[in-house]
């Protein structure tokens, strides 16, 4: 079983960065959903736990950061010149799909675990 608890989240203005933790009970393959109103939920980045090879959305290559903290059980997304079009709610997710690893998975359907989200807001 997996537990996923995100933090980090708030209100910044265009330009600005967060980071964002999740922190998980489990090690598998971890990775950054995000949601905003009206729209459905779309992938942003992942990592594979053990290697560290990690994964990008194309709107968010260069300006987004995933990496992992292994003493600590804990995932981060450090996310710099933010835009306000980046303004959702923050999902970390967990897969234990063998060949997530190999391919990377990019899809919600893909994951087994799911934190609360948290809420990003990017004021312009």
């Known amino acids: 079983q997996v537990q996923l608890v995100e933090s980090g989240g708030g209100l910044v203005q265009a330009g600005g960065s967060l980071r964002l933790s999740c922190a998980a009970s489990g090690r598998t393959f971890m990775g950054w959903f995000r949601q905003a109103p009206g729209k459905e939920r779309e992938f942003v980045a992942a990592?594979?736990?053990?290697?560290?090879?990690?994964y990008y959305a194309d709107s968010v290559k260069g300006r987004f950061t995933i990496s992992r903290d292994n003493a600590k059980n804990t995932v981060y997304l450090q996310m710099n010149s933010l835009k306000p079009e980046d303004t959702a709610i923050y999902y970390c997710?967990?897969?234990?799909?063998?060949?997530?690893?190999?391919?990377?998975?990019?899809?919600?359907?893909?994951?087994?675990?799911w934190g609360q989200g948290t809420q990003v807001t990017v004021s312009s």
């Open positions: 990592i594979r736990w053990t290697a560290g090879s990690t």
């Open positions: 997710a967990a897969t234990g799909q063998s060949y997530c690893s190999d391919y990377g998975c990019y899809r919600s359907d893909e994951y087994d675990y």
